[in-house]
């Protein structure tokens, strides 16, 4: 039988519930303690959940029953608070991006491979049956001769309508290219491998504190395929978000995050139809399974740490 995998939670904003809810639906997880800087978020979430209330982050690390911890803060305290839970030796799941800069990030990665923890990032979207599927096509050549990479997202707001927080709309640690284009950067280099050449044309608005508003940009794969990266926001559109892979034979696009679209030459395109199962919780039990010493699908530090790379050129801050 499985142990039980105690967990600590540092921020219960909106994902952090998210995750909480997760955990409650997995069967081995169980919640010690949480604590956010935000009293009356913290005390909701208590009241909401029935969860344990710390009046410190340092009391999760300091308590040897907890295995894990998992960190959904805003991103510019992601490696100090980070550092300090690689410090305590317990393995670690953390929100994206990894670090506030490509050197933070490096330093987070290295020390956690350093201290042998478990390190792991929440990247939700690999566990999806969409995601899944399209690597099953990928790998029948379904496309035939890769072509062309596209990432085209449209926001009607940013922040959207259920994510304003006082940091996710600031040049030092917001926008959709953190948010969102990081997602997608990881996906393409875990199926395609390492993105380089990123030529990028970022628009910023003339508030020298506030995100970016679009931006159009050119990368490459290894391999030479081109990569066309494209985003706006606030415009007269709901939004809508694709990453889409053109090919000689076919082309399928993973669409607002679990809708798959494909088509092949002489046919139309169609939305293929699976039922969607619980990602996160899957996203757990890889972790859960790590922590067993099985094989196991996490997305490590590793991978947030190349993701990182190339979100820090597309912002043009390397």
Known sequence: MNKTINIGIIGVGIVGERFIKALNRHGRANILGIYDTNKDRLQDISNKYNLKIVNSYKELLKNEDINIIYLAVPPKYHYS??????????????EKP?????????????????????????????????????????????????????????FEEWPRFWQKTNWIDTREQGGFVREVFTHYVQLIQMIFGKIKDVDTNIEYPKDSLSCETGIMARASLTSGEPILLNGFSNIGMKENIALTLYGTEGTISLENWRELWVSSKGKRKERLDFKEHDHLVELIDEVCKRIDGKASNVITFKDGYNAQIIIEKLLDRD
């Open 81 to 94: 608070i980070g550092m300090d839970i690689i410090e305590s030796n317990k393995h670690f799941i953390c």
């Open 98 to 154: 990894l670090a506030n800069s490509i050197n933070e990030a490096k330093e987070m990665y290295e020390k956690a491979e350093d201290n042998n923890i478990i390190h792991a990032m929440n990247f939700p979207t690999v566990y999806t049956q969409a995601f899944k599927k399209m690597n099953s096509l990928l790998k029948q050549e379904y496309i035939g001769e890769l072509r062309r990479i596209e990432l085209n997202t449209y």
